[in-house]
Structures are given as C-alpha cells and as structure tokens.
C-alpha cells in the first residue's frame, strides 16, 4: 500500500455539506492544507466553515468548475498535490424538477474540471506529477436499486433511475475516461446518503428534525418502507482522507455506514429524540407522520458493501446510526443560528411532477 502526504489539496465544493466537513477534518485533525473551490450556489453555506475560516491553512476561491480559464488560474496559482471533487447538484427531488442545473454542473462541471486537472498535471516535474490525483467523489445511487438484499460493491454495473444519478454517473464515467485514455492518475468512491451536521434542510434528516422541532406536518413517500444505508458525514470525511492518503491510483472505493433503515424508521427515531429534548406532555412527534404520494422512480433500497476500504485502508464507521442520529438531533437543536435562515428557502417537498 502507497501512502502519500499531500501539503495542499483543493476541494471544489467545499461550502456544501459533505465538502465543509471534509475540508474541517482535513485542517481540524490532520493539518492539511485546503483551497475551497465553490461557487455558493443555494445549499452552499460559508457558515460551514466557520470552524476553520480564520486557520492560516484555509484559502477560499469563488470560482464555477465551469469556468475553465479559472480553474487554470486557481491550480497555477496554489499549486495543489491533490483535487477531491465533491462539487454537484445533488438533491434528487430538484433533479426531478430541473435535471438541467444537474447536467451543467455534474457533467459539463467535471469535464471542465477534468481538462483543467490534466493540462496542470501534464505541466508538473516527474516526481509532482506522481504524487498527484484527482479524487472523484460519487454516490451509490449511480448503482440503482436494489431488492430485499444484497449489496452494492465497486464491481456493481451501473443503472441510474433519476436525472440526479445518471448525471454522477456520467461523470464517474468521464473521470474513468480520463484515467485509462490520457492516464490522469485518479481515484473514484462512492459513498451512501449521508447525514448530520450542518445539512441542507430540504434533505429528509434535516427536514425531518425542524418540522418535528415545529410541530409541522412530516411528510413520507410511499408507505415509507424504501431503504437507504445511513452514513454519519463525519465518517465519510475520515474515510475520504485515508483514500487520499492510501489509495492506489486507480483505486475505487465503496463507503457506507452499514446501517441500514427504512426512511419510515429513520422519521420514527427522530420524532422520539425530538420528543426527548423537547417534550410536550400528552403529545407525539410521531403523530405529526403523514404518508405522501411517493416520488417518481424511487429506487426501493441502497445499501453498500464497504469491506473493501476496510480490508485494504483500515477505515470503518465510528457511529452507528443510533449514536449518529441522536449526535445530528443535539445539533439542530443547540444551533437555530446555522439552519434558521435558511427555513425560508428550504422545507418544501419537490420532485412531484
């Protein structure tokens, strides 16, 4: 096993959710050094970055992956030994919506970033240009759906059922271009939904929390019986490290949280910590469950089989899902001052059609 020690790594979306937490362990825990690369499109959020705004580790660049003549500028001028890419539209109901945003910034987006990334390897001296990678960063619902078992494994052929997942595997496919036509040294994971702090509230976690906090109405598709494998984000951004640090070029990498729920038990479990925190005698958050038509195309289960990056980096999940979600609930609770705002532009369900 390789082990590499990036100095610098940029991070193009690293305002949003899962980029603001891999950018506060990159510098928190391990003293790395970040160039956040984003936009601030609507589920960017710099109070994310609050822990690590003032860190002299920390550089900020509002740049679109889009804009090519940028990113050239960017990488000439910071010079990173390492890209991880997390920046995508990323909400499956808005796919449904308006798959066009998803087409430009995850497909047209990476292409861009991908010919910025290899014309500035290209460039390197011969020892730079071997430690480098660009590290992709995918979902398991490029996969599609699964039954009642088995699991998804980064020999998994791909089916994506919504605009969401077939524009990340598009671009899976374009980073996997790259790597076997013009040998872009590359490393490519694919993780599991995601929760915790600091989470959009359109996402079902989050949502969930707030309307419970307010004693609003909870929606749930279907009969609330599709399955999703649950992953503490905080988790992910360590695994996402050790594949930086260890991974082999070429190497790809399934995480998940070996915790899988129904998303009708992942509602019953937070309306019983908001109940917790925040009781009203004679009354139930789970009252508030009300059953919705289900979204189009919804795929029945996801759940990831992750022994690979444990068999070969060492990494698995700190919290269970029970440990995770009561972690995630505290928060919301304790910092009105992160999510109250952003109650105006969130909250409400899409992806009707």
């Not at 005698?281 to 469950?289: A, C, D, F, K």
Request: proline share 5%; with cysteine.
């Amino acid at each position: 096993m390789t082990t590499r020690n990036p100095k610098l790594v940029l991070v193009t979306g690293g305002a949003g959710f899962i980029g603001s937490a891999l950018v506060r362990h990159l510098i928190l825990d391990r003293g790395i050094g970040v160039v956040n690369v984003d936009c601030l499109t609507y589920a960017a959020n710099e109070d994310n970055l609050k822990p690590v705004a003032d860190s002299p580790l920390y550089r900020f660049e509002k740049v679109d992956i889009r804009d090519r003549a940028e990113i050239d500028r960017v990488l000439a001028t910071h010079q990173p030994d390492t890209i991880i890419h997390l920046a995508a539209e990323s909400h499956v109901d808005r796919s449904i919506d308006g798959p066009d945003a998803f087409i430009q910034t995850n497909i047209v987006g990476t292409s861009m970033l991908l010919a910025a990334a290899r014309a500035y390897w290209s460039g390197l001296e011969k020892a730079a240009a071997s430690h480098f990678r660009f590290h992709h960063v995918s979902t398991d619902e490029v996969f599609g759906s699964l039954g009642d078992e088995g699991f998804f494994t980064e020999e998994t052929g791909y089916a994506p059922r919504s605009p969401y997942s077939a524009s990340k595997a598009a671009s899976d496919h374009l980073v996997d271009a790259w790597h076997h036509t013009y040998g872009l040294p590359v490393v490519l994971t694919n993780c599991s939904n995601n929760y915790g702090p600091y989470h959009f509230p359109e996402k079902l976690i989050p949502l969930i929390i707030l309307n419970a906090l307010e004693w609003k109405t909870l929606p749930v598709y279907g009969d609330g019986q599709n399955v999703r494998d649950w992953l503490h984000v905080e988790d992910h951004a360590r695994a996402l490290a050790e594949v930086m640090i260890k991974a082999e070029n070429g190497g790809r990498y399934n995480i998940g949280g070996n915790n899988e729920k129904t998303n009708l038990e992942v509602v019953e479990r937070i309306c019983d910590l908001v109940d917790k925190y925040r009781p009203e005698p004679g009354r139930s958050r789970r009252e508030l469950i009300s059953f919705v038509r289900d979204r189009p195309g919804h795929d029945h289960r996801y759940a990831i089989d992750a022994s690979k990056i444990r068999r070969d980096l060492g990494w698995s999940p700190q919290e269970t899902f029970d440990s995770g979600i009561e972690k995630t609930v505290q928060w919301y609770l304790e910092n009105e001052w992160w999510w109250g705002r952003l109650r105006a532009v969130a909250g409400q369900r899409l992806g009707k059609v």
